[in-house]
């Protein structure tokens, strides 16, 4: 499989359009505290919480890190009427993010509380309800407003629900000319037939073709996965193994850049913002995938679900090259 190394950016001609953003959007709750003692309860540490941090998650936070590259983000997506939704709206509006929160009392917003002691996430907790069909479908009505004047369409799944039509999402899109990104979940994929481009990580790849004997076998498999889909390009990303793009040209290797990983948090949501807003910019798809893979390296170097800004990225351009 060959490698690209690809010649320095072309930063002049990286203007990018709005990106219009659809999916499951939750609210990331970080408790950090110190762990001292071990509970008379149980036996459990005891975590004393000195700081609170919330951050915006799943589909926000493809639509915050889309705003760090200096492209405008539309957002849709269905939410609670309750504290955790109005907290995201806030930190959206604190982003830049054009937000347009539908809200229904039904819903719960998702709320993902990660518990931190010592730079360590300890526990996890989870919040959720899952979308009613409805729901989904009234976001469908607002996709006039929300793609006019866009340069692309981002979907987002995280299996709650926002994506139950994500089939007339891609034919809404494609059908304006704009390219489809779908960061998908399950393993099912048959859904997003159509689509411009998917993006699974490892993982999330073999739970769909299977396991692979070697190199050979993982192209044809995604090759396999990309021509029964219909699909333009499939997208893996392999952690420290960089990421693999299938093309009907072919399949390319863009080894990894990361000098050190801390936290991969949220780095396909940074991923697939980086596609979009660069294919947005009417980049070519080789030279998108450079910049996204650039991102990543400086994602996971941070903690939490984070964001790249350009600024980073011309910087991290200049070392490599």
């Not at 975590?47 to 493809?62: C, F, S």
């Not at 891609?170 to 994929?189: E, F, M, N, Q, S």
């Not at 392999?238 to 850049?257: C, D, I, Q």
């Not at 995938?289 to 170097?301: E, H, K, M, P, Y």
């Amino acid at each position: 499989m060959p490698s690209v190394v690809p010649d320095s950016l072309p930063w002049d001609d990286f203007v990018p359009r709005p990106v219009a953003v659809v999916g499951d959007v939750m609210l990331d709750r970080y408790w950090f505290g110190k762990v001292e003692r071990i509970s008379p309860e149980a036996p459990v540490p005891v975590v004393q919480v000195h700081r609170e941090e919330a951050r915006p998650g799943g589909a926000a936070n493809v639509a915050v890190n889309v705003c760090a590259l200096g492209a405008v983000a539309r957002l849709l997506a269905a939410v609670g009427e309750d504290e955790a939704a109005q907290r995201l709206a806030i930190l959206l509006q604190g982003s830049g993010v054009e937000a347009d929160l539908q809200r229904d009392p039904t819903l719960t917003t998702t709320v993902k509380l990660r518990v931190i002691g010592h730079q360590q996430q300890l526990l996890r907790m989870d919040f959720e309800a899952r979308l009613a069909a409805r729901a989904a479908t009234a976001l469908l009505a607002r996709a006039d407003g929300l793609l006019r004047g866009c340069g692309a369409l981002l979907l987002s799944d995280y299996g709650k629900g926002s994506l139950m039509a994500v089939g007339e999402w891609i034919r809404l899109g494609r059908a304006r000319g704009l390219p489809v990104l779908v960061d998908p979940k399950g393993r099912d994929y048959t859904p997003y037939r159509g689509a411009t481009l998917l993006t699974p990580n490892r993982s999330e790849f073999l739970a769909v073709v299977g396991p692979w004997q070697d190199e050979a076998d993982f192209v044809a498999r995604g090759q396999r996965l990309r021509q029964s889909l219909e699909l333009e390009a499939l997208l893996v990303t392999r952690g420290e193994e960089g990421m693999s793009l299938f093309t009907a040209s072919g399949v390319t290797h863009h080894p990894a850049r990361a000098r050190e990983v801390f936290d991969v948090t949220g780095a396909g949501d940074t991923v697939i913002a980086t596609l979009a807003t660069a294919l947005a910019a009417a980049w070519p798809l080789e030279r998108a995938v450079d910049l996204a893979n650039r991102a990543a390296g400086i994602v996971v170097g941070k903690l939490g679900a984070a964001t790249v800004t350009v600024d980073e990225l011309r910087a991290a351009c200049v070392t490599a090259e």
